[in-house]
């Protein structure tokens, strides 16, 4: 796991990626350019082995803490890493699955850890992606988003779990009003807060040269679909090297335009055709035939 950069800074600022034979992934993370403390965090694990033998998917997650700088830097952190930890211990089955239990594990080490002094009523977003086969599985709870940019175009594939989310999808509101609504940072949903929190999960094929970018809302306040689809494009065309340079690219893009919040991007890469197969998932394919 990354360690806070200096102390006072709550989780810091956080860096990490790596090019691997089928895709390549980095994440950023900063306080960004009002704030002292980082109430996000973001971590990963991947394993540096070829990918047929790896026991389970790659996983990244995502998590936007809030109540005040010492509860939202816990829960982001108790999370996100619960999440990693359980993932990585329980046996091997369904990634949706296995994703939704991870989920609902940190949802309650979330709010046991509430029940600490000065952090009452703290809780956080939560956005983790999981690579498997031909496809990414999302989890996610609260406003954080992920992005899927193919080719010109850049889609969300998450839904804001806000007020201003819910008055988006009734028509109520559009969403360039959306953007500027009092209430947009109100949430309907956050991990730690409801025992029986919902989860929505995700399933997106993949193709060849995709792009996945998960981001707090510090970054796509300020960052457009169009941006994200041009910047990304870079990766395609190898003028952007790696998808870690992308990540500190938008993060810092988003820290000069005066991002009101803590800035976190993951950008994932896919780079070949190939599908990505835990070591159950190929076994379970290529078994041999009885005799």
């Known amino acids: 796991m990354a360690e806070p950069e200096a102390p006072g800074a709550g989780n810091g600022r956080l860096r990490a990626g790596a090019v691997m034979g089928k895709f390549s992934w980095g994440y950023s993370s900063d306080p960004g350019p009002y704030r002292d403390h ?138 360039e009003q959306a953007a500027t609504h009092p209430a947009r940072s109100q949430l309907t949903r956050s991990i730690g807060g409801d025992p029986l929190v919902q989860i929505d999960l995700v399933r997106q094929p993949l193709e060849r040269n995709d792009v996945l970018i998960l981001c707090s809302d510090g970054l796509w306040d300020v960052t457009s679909r169009i941006e994200l689809a041009e910047l990304a494009a870079g990766l395609v065309d190898r003028s952007t090297p790696t998808a870690l340079a992308l990540a500190d690219h938008l993060v810092s893009d988003a820290v000069q335009k005066g991002a009101a919040d803590n800035v976190s991007v993951v950008v994932i890469h896919l780079t070949s055709e190939q599908p990505i197969p835990p070591v159950a998932r190929r076994r379970l394919l290529f078994r041999r035939s009885p005799a």
């Open 38 to 175: 980082n109430e996000d965090f973001v971590a990963a694990r991947v394993l540096t082995t070829p990918d047929d033998a790896w026991d389970r998917p790659p996983l990244f997650v995502l998590a936007d803490g809030m109540g005040g700088h010492a509860a939202g830097e816990v829960a982001s952190r108790v999370a996100t890493e619960t999440v990693l930890d359980l993932f990585a211990s329980s046996p091997v089955g369904a990634l949706p699955q296995m994703l939704r239990n991870a989920m609902r594990a940190a949802n309650l080490a979330v709010a046991e850890a509430a029940t600490g002094k000065g952090r009452k009523g703290m809780g956080t977003t939560l956005l983790a992606a999981g690579l498997s086969g031909r496809e990414a599985v999302l989890g996610h709870v609260g406003d954080s988003r992920a992005y899927l940019v193919r080719g010109d175009s850049c889609t969300q594939l998450t839904n804001d779990h806000s007020r201003v989310g819910e008055m988006v999808r009734r028509r109520m509101i559009t969403p």
